[in-house]
Protein backbone atom coordinates (compact mmCIF):
# COMPACT_ATOMS: atom_id res chain seq x y z
CA UNK A 1 0.00 0.00 0.00
CA UNK A 2 2.72 2.54 1.05
CA UNK A 3 4.35 1.89 -2.42
CA UNK A 4 1.30 2.43 -4.10
CA UNK A 5 0.48 5.51 -2.00
CA UNK A 6 4.81 6.67 -3.21
CA UNK A 7 3.94 6.02 -6.51
CA UNK A 8 0.58 7.93 -6.75
CA UNK A 9 2.44 11.30 -5.23
CA UNK A 10 5.43 10.82 -7.80
CA UNK A 11 3.14 10.82 -10.57
CA UNK A 12 0.95 14.25 -9.47
CA UNK A 13 4.38 15.75 -8.63
CA UNK A 14 5.64 15.22 -12.24
CA UNK A 15 2.35 16.31 -13.34
CA UNK A 16 2.25 19.23 -12.13
CA UNK A 17 5.94 19.90 -13.11
CA UNK A 18 5.36 18.99 -16.49
CA UNK A 19 2.38 21.71 -16.38
CA UNK A 20 4.05 24.35 -14.85
CA UNK A 21 7.67 24.08 -15.50
CA UNK A 22 8.50 25.16 -19.01
CA UNK A 23 10.91 22.74 -20.62
CA UNK A 24 9.45 19.77 -19.03
CA UNK A 25 7.17 17.76 -20.77
CA UNK A 26 5.06 14.38 -20.96
CA UNK A 27 3.50 13.38 -24.08
CA UNK A 28 1.49 10.35 -23.21
CA UNK A 29 -1.44 9.16 -21.47
CA UNK A 30 -1.66 8.38 -17.31
CA UNK A 31 -0.82 5.59 -17.59
CA UNK A 32 3.24 6.03 -19.00
CA UNK A 33 3.16 8.90 -16.39
CA UNK A 34 2.78 5.96 -13.51
CA UNK A 35 5.80 4.48 -15.65
CA UNK A 36 7.80 7.74 -15.34
CA UNK A 37 6.92 8.23 -11.64
CA UNK A 38 8.19 4.40 -11.48
CA UNK A 39 11.54 5.30 -13.41
CA UNK A 40 11.50 8.32 -10.76
CA UNK A 41 11.22 6.33 -7.48
CA UNK A 42 14.15 3.69 -9.00
CA UNK A 43 16.10 6.26 -9.48
CA UNK A 44 15.47 8.16 -6.15
CA UNK A 45 15.80 4.97 -4.52
CA UNK A 46 19.32 3.67 -6.06
CA UNK A 47 21.12 6.50 -7.73
CA UNK A 48 20.24 9.45 -5.89
CA UNK A 49 21.66 8.14 -2.24
CA UNK A 50 25.25 7.55 -4.11
CA UNK A 51 24.96 10.81 -5.74
CA UNK A 52 24.36 12.35 -2.48
CA UNK A 53 27.68 10.60 -1.08
CA UNK A 54 29.72 11.88 -3.43
CA UNK A 55 29.19 15.01 -3.46
CA UNK A 56 28.98 15.50 0.51
CA UNK A 57 31.68 18.03 0.40
CA UNK A 58 29.78 20.27 -1.99
CA UNK A 59 26.85 19.86 -0.04
CA UNK A 60 28.49 20.41 2.63
CA UNK A 61 29.96 23.55 1.31
CA UNK A 62 26.80 25.10 -0.08
CA UNK A 63 25.01 24.20 3.11
CA UNK A 64 23.13 22.25 1.73
CA UNK A 65 22.08 24.09 -1.32
CA UNK A 66 23.44 21.64 -3.81
CA UNK A 67 20.77 19.10 -3.19
CA UNK A 68 18.57 21.18 -5.43
CA UNK A 69 21.04 20.67 -8.22
CA UNK A 70 20.84 17.15 -7.44
CA UNK A 71 17.33 17.09 -7.28
CA UNK A 72 17.32 18.19 -10.93
CA UNK A 73 19.95 16.10 -11.62
CA UNK A 74 17.90 13.14 -11.03
CA UNK A 75 14.91 14.54 -12.99
CA UNK A 76 17.05 14.78 -15.58
CA UNK A 77 18.44 11.14 -15.17
CA UNK A 78 14.48 9.68 -15.04
CA UNK A 79 13.80 12.12 -18.93
CA UNK A 80 16.96 10.34 -19.98
CA UNK A 81 15.69 6.79 -18.68
CA UNK A 82 12.30 7.36 -19.57
CA UNK A 83 13.49 8.50 -23.46
CA UNK A 84 14.85 5.22 -23.47
CA UNK A 85 11.96 3.30 -22.46
CA UNK A 86 9.86 5.56 -24.47
CA UNK A 87 7.85 6.89 -21.76
CA UNK A 88 7.21 10.44 -23.39
CA UNK A 89 8.90 12.14 -20.66
CA UNK A 90 11.40 14.71 -21.49
CA UNK A 91 13.45 17.52 -19.76
CA UNK A 92 15.12 20.07 -21.92
CA UNK A 93 18.40 21.19 -20.38
CA UNK A 94 19.71 21.77 -16.64
CA UNK A 95 17.41 24.46 -16.43
CA UNK A 96 14.53 23.45 -16.61
CA UNK A 97 15.52 20.21 -14.40
CA UNK A 98 16.94 22.66 -12.18
CA UNK A 99 13.23 23.86 -11.82
CA UNK A 100 11.34 20.86 -12.36
CA UNK A 101 13.08 19.41 -9.70
CA UNK A 102 12.69 21.84 -7.23
CA UNK A 103 8.46 22.20 -7.90
CA UNK A 104 8.45 17.90 -7.81
CA UNK A 105 10.49 18.47 -4.30
CA UNK A 106 7.83 20.36 -3.20
CA UNK A 107 4.42 19.23 -4.61
CA UNK A 108 5.70 15.69 -3.19
CA UNK A 109 6.42 17.15 0.33
CA UNK A 110 3.70 18.90 0.41
CA UNK A 111 1.21 16.12 -0.69
CA UNK A 112 3.02 13.28 1.55
CA UNK A 113 2.01 15.77 4.35
CA UNK A 114 -1.92 15.60 3.05
CA UNK A 115 -1.80 11.83 2.94
CA UNK A 116 0.07 11.17 6.59
CA UNK A 117 -2.65 13.55 7.89
CA UNK A 118 -5.36 10.94 6.97
Same mark, same amino acid.
Given at each position: ?5 ? !? ?20 ? #? ?24 ? /? ?13 ? *????? !?? =? /??? !? #?????? $????? $? ?7 ? =???? *?? #?? !??? =? ?5
Amino acid at each position: MRFLVR !LLVNAAALWVATRTVPGVSHAG #SSLTLFGVALVFGVVNAFVRPVARVL /TFPLVFLTLGLFLLV *INGLM !LW =L /TSA !L #SDALAL $GFHVR $GFWSAFWGG =LVVS *IV #ST !LLF =LVVREQ
